[in-house]
């Protein structure tokens, strides 16, 4: 080999062993690093989508325990909401650890420890998105944060020490919902209050009080009609409508409602119909009612004294006197406020009208709670509402009516101690408020405008589905446009009967499945709760308000309206407050 030979094959084996250490060298100080900074970026990138899909899952489930919740306190259930979402995180892993030792935080930014997990929750206005505190009633959305400590595997080769928190963040929350609630107020919704049927009769130089019947009122009657009665356990009572063959006593035994006493002897004629104002069925166990800081005593079994509390009697010892009223011997002093004690007792035992008010606030309140619900409130009797501040229609002289019945060609009312008829008897509808945002919703306005309500009139199904379809519907569909822009629209109908009016000029019944028809081609659900107490009517109901029939002609309302309508009827005033949980619980449904 020649010296210049040996001489190329030293260079070249000088420059193979430099080719060499610089492949070594970039393979150990520059591939190496990359590769594994490559590795450690997927990662801390794999780190972030398994972080991304634990906060969502949690925000759904935080959402779902809204959807199902039934507390009318905002903070139960958001409460309960942020421990549904941490129990779903804590289930989880990210890179292989167990989130189950995560913890919450009180605030923001999270720093968590190594391979370890925080959660920071905050309910924010759906409008403004801006956080409120736990138990605001705007608080609609929560939105759930997270961190989790991620630590390089490489972290010493790497010279990248410490924790690098993955940080995501998730919003659960509900669509709006617009919902119009169509509440019956029917003479037959205080059918099943327990009262007492009585002759107030001229006893000597006293009052005697014969009991003709007890019980609660439909059947204390002897009423069979479908309908139920036309008669009121509480002002006015509607007596000459001859439910069940009774009638009021003429004017000779009537007597005046206040000062007088009875003018007439001992008869079969039914003079006062009074509510056994101690829940029983033969007044068996007395009350003592306070008023205004003062008590009132109803001894048991006294339905004397019921009489003469309701007929105003009582308002001293005076006017007992000159009643006639034997107050002496049932151990009580005559003072002013027994009237008002007495209807204050009276209102609060009406049967199902109290019951179905006391429901339909809590509906209200559970809607409110879950998600951003606005409400309008349509009441109906014989004639629906058209104002919050909307009266029952004037009936047989009802501009006149007196305080013992609906009569006045023959009992007029001497406005003492004030006539409970004037002002008459509301009958409310409150518009769906079209504005944004839950300070809109009506909620308040709704849930005040039925406590007072009376049970009087017809049933007037048709009316009061047209009033709540023109608010729902668009203009463009022929409503009012009430509905806000892109919520979701449904009717509640509670009813205790059967249709028996239409304000629309045709068949009751054929009228309220033809406006179940209109709200079906609007898209607009009519949700169905009927309570039917008498077991040989439920059947009739159920046909005329059912979801399993969408026949035009003869099928059910919630089944013709459609758009996933469901009927729920109660057969017991026990099991009205979980009925209209269950359609609360299918309003929010529908709108996931």
């Not at 919704?189 to 005697?208: A, C, E, H, L």
Request: charged share 10%; net charge negative.
């Amino acid at each position: 080999m020649s010296k210049n030979t040996k001489t190329l094959a030293h260079h070249r084996t000088c420059r193979g062993q430099a080719v060499a250490i610089l492949i070594a060298f970039l393979a150990t100080f520059v591939i190496a690093p990359l590769s594994l900074f490559a590795f450690e970026v997927a990662r801390y990138s794999l780190a972030k989508q398994q972080l991304k899909a634990c906060v969502e899952s949690c925000a759904l489930a935080a959402g779902a325990t809204n959807a199902i919740g039934n507390d009318t306190d905002p903070a139960i259930t958001q409460r309960s909401a942020i421990a549904t979402a941490t129990d779903m995180f804590q289930r989880n892993t990210i890179l292989d650890q167990s989130l189950a030792s995560a913890t919450g935080a009180s605030s923001l930014p999270l720093i968590p420890g190594a391979n370890h997990s925080q959660l920071f929750f905050q309910f924010l206005d759906p409008i403004t998105r801006q956080p409120v505190p736990i138990g605001s009633t705007t608080g609609k959305v929560i939105q759930v944060t997270a961190a989790f400590g991620v630590v390089p595997l490489f972290a010493a080769f790497l010279n990248w020490p410490g924790v690098y928190p993955a940080v995501e963040t998730a919003n659960g929350g509900l669509p709006m919902l617009d919902v119009v609630l169509c509440f019956d107020i029917s003479a037959s919704m205080d059918d099943f209050t327990p009262i007492s049927i009585v002759d107030r009769y001229k006893n000597g130089s006293y009052n005697g009080y014969k009991i003709i019947g007890q019980g609660n009122l439909y059947p204390a009657f002897h009423c069979t009609g479908p309908t139920g009665t036309a008669l009121n356990a509480t002002f006015p009572q509607s007596l000459d409508a001859g439910d069940g063959g009774y009638s009021f006593g003429g004017t000779s035994n009537r007597g005046t409602n206040n000062g007088a006493a009875a003018s007439s002897s001992m008869s079969s004629m039914v003079t006062d119909v009074v509510v056994n104002i101690d829940g029983t069925n033969l007044f068996s166990t007395g009350l003592t009612v306070t008023a205004n800081g003062t008590t009132y005593y109803f001894p048991a079994n006294n339905v004397g004294c019921l009489v003469e509390a309701a007929r105003g009697n009582l308002e001293s010892v005076a006017v007992a006197k000159n009643a006639a009223v034997p107050y002496v011997t049932w151990g009580i002093t005559p003072k002013a406020g027994y009237y008002q004690a007495y209807l204050l007792a009276a209102f609060a035992l009406r049967h199902p009208i109290g019951d179905a008010i006391a429901a339909a606030q809590n509906f209200f309140s559970v809607m409110n709670n879950d998600c951003d619900a606005h409400f309008g409130l349509v009441t109906f009797g014989s004639n629906v509402g058209t104002l919050p501040t909307s009266t029952c229609s004037s009936d047989i002289g009802y501009g006149s009516i007196g305080n013992i019945t609906d009569n006045p060609a023959t009992y007029q009312s001497n406005l003492f101690p004030s006539d409970p008829l004037s002002p008459k008897p509301p009958n409310p509808e409150i518009d769906l408020n079209p504005q944004q945002g839950p300070a809109y919703s009506n909620y308040s306005q709704v849930s005040s405008s039925i406590t007072p309500l009376l049970a009087y009139g017809g049933t007037n199904i048709s009316g009061a589905l047209d009033c709540a379809i023109q608010q729902l519907r668009t203009v463009s569909q022929g409503g009012r446009g009430l509905a806000r822009k892109g919520a979701i629209k449904a009717i509640v109908l509670f009813t205790d009967g059967l249709p028996t009016v239409s304000s629309l000029g045709g068949d009751p019944t054929q009228d309220a499945r033809t406006e179940a028809n209109v709200a079906n081609q609007a898209g607009i659900p009519i949700y169905c709760i009927g309570l039917c107490m008498v077991p040989s009517l439920q059947a009739t109901q159920t046909a005329v308000l059912t979801d399993e029939n969408a026949d035009k002609s003869v099928g059910g309302i919630a089944g013709i309206s459609g758009n996933g309508a469901q009927f729920y009827q109660a057969t017991e005033l026990s099991q009205l407050n979980a009925v209209f949980e269950n359609v609360a619980r299918a309003l929010v449904q529908l709108v996931r």
